[in-house]
């Protein structure tokens, strides 16, 4: 994990991904390999990727869930009263809401540009 991009959805969705590939078990005490994922593309023809990509989502929103609500989630205000009623941060949401219709003009008020290294100096201080 890196913070090439400091914004609170890639972290959350990155780090829930990558443990998605340990309890996949796609990683073993066995591999000496450094495994890096090719973060420049959707991942749609690669089962392993996409495992992961699926066990992030699952974890914060079950796909029912999604499903059921991402259609009623137009403004800032829907996307957090969704956020409160699942306990989590509202820019996995929008984060979400932005990767599934290629549009990153959206909600980037919400998304938490600049939080992560914030938060992670925090800890240092």
């Known amino acids: ?17 990558e443990l998605g590939h340990i309890s996949n ?23 392993v990727e996409d495992n992961a990509d699926k066990f992030a989502h699952e974890s914060f929103i079950s796909s029912n869930i999604w499903e059921e609500k991402k259609h009623l989630l137009p403004n800032k205000t829907e996307i957090i009263t969704l956020a409160n009623d699942l306990g ?5 949401i929008a984060g979400r809401i932005r990767w ?6 959206k909600f980037t008020d919400l998304i938490g540009q600049g939080e992560v290294r914030k938060i992670l100096l925090s800890f240092w201080k």
Do not use: G
């Open 25 to 47: 078990c796609d990683i073993t005490k066995d591999e000496k390999e450094i495994i890096m994922d090719d973060t420049s593309a959707k991942h749609e023809l690669d089962e």
């Open 100 to 105: 599934e219709e290629s549009n990153y003009t």
């Open 1 to 17: 994990m890196t913070l090439r991009h400091d914004r609170l959805d890639n972290f959350w969705f990155t780090l829930l991904h």
């Open 88 to 92: 989590i941060s509202p820019a996995v």
